[in-house]
């Protein structure tokens, strides 16, 4: 059974950069059936898609983000990364992560994710 | 991006009732759309993907249904642990998109 564990900061000034990590178990990232995303929710916006990462290091990600936005892999230690730069208020949010179902119709649907990992963004 | 629309945004239902949720998208997903359960403080939970498409383990109460545009989530009889927030998803295209959801509570 997969299982993913977002880890990081709970507390992020405005203006920093937000860095999550998110530990695999259970399978392994280095595989190239899957893509492993990063999503948040607000209870404003709702859920959004961050972007993803593919085992060969290609990324992805939502344009509404992209200039901040970086998702990255570690295949030593099963775990991929999300930072967010230049931080507000408005990045205050439950971060999920999550992997999709593969092939076909699978793909970009989300079939194992975190638990979700709040980060708050203030001063 | 492709948006995506839900209605109800809420409803009030009993245990045994027929409920439908329905999803609508900008443009056409074809029959990219997955729906999720999400109970407060957990993450969402893949119910139906490729919009018919039952996950391994969840109730046969559940399923989906649309092509295109119109997408249909049904619970055919509510049960006690169906009371939740539904969002529909498209995996069309990028960048993935959600619905508002649909919060069914106990009427």
């Known amino acids: 059974q997969v299982q993913l564990q977002e880890s990081g900061p709970g507390l992020v000034k405005p203006s920093e950069t937000l860095s999550l990590t998110c530990t695999v178990s259970?399978?392994?990232?280095?595989?190239?059936?899957?893509?492993w995303n990063w999503i948040r929710q607000t209870p404003g916006k709702g859920l959004e898609w961050i972007g993803y990462?593919?085992?060969?290091?290609?990324?992805k990600y939502n344009p509404s983000l992209k200039s901040r936005v970086t998702i990255s892999l570690d295949t030593s230690t099963n775990q991929f990364s999300l930072s967010l730069t230049s931080v507000t208020a408005a990045d205050t949010a439950v971060y999920f992560c999550a992997r999709d179902g593969g092939g076909g119709h699978g793909s970009g649907s989300f079939y194992y994710w975190g638990q979700g990992a709040l980060v708050t963004v203030s001063s | 991006d492709i948006q995506m629309t839900q209605s109800p945004s809420s409803l009030s239902a009993s245990v045994g009732d027929r409920v439908t949720i329905t999803c609508r998208a900008s443009?056409?997903?074809?029959?990219?759309l997955n729906w999720y359960q999400q109970k407060p403080g957990k993450a969402p939970k893949l119910l139906i993907f490729?919009?018919?498409n039952l996950q391994s383990g969840v109730p046969s109460r559940f399923s989906g249904s649309g092509s295109g545009t119109d997408f249909t989530l049904t619970i055919s009889s509510l049960q006690p642990e169906d009371f939740a927030t539904y969002y529909c998803?498209?995996?069309?295209?990028?960048?993935?998109?959600f619905g508002p959801g649909t919060t069914v509570d106990i009427k």
């Open positions: 990462v593919y085992y060969s290091g290609s990324t």
């Open positions: 259970g399978g392994s990232v280095n595989t190239d059936t899957y893509y």
């Open positions: 443009q056409t997903i074809i029959s990219y």
């Open positions: 490729g919009a018919s």
């Open positions: 998803q498209q995996s069309n295209r990028t960048p993935l998109t």
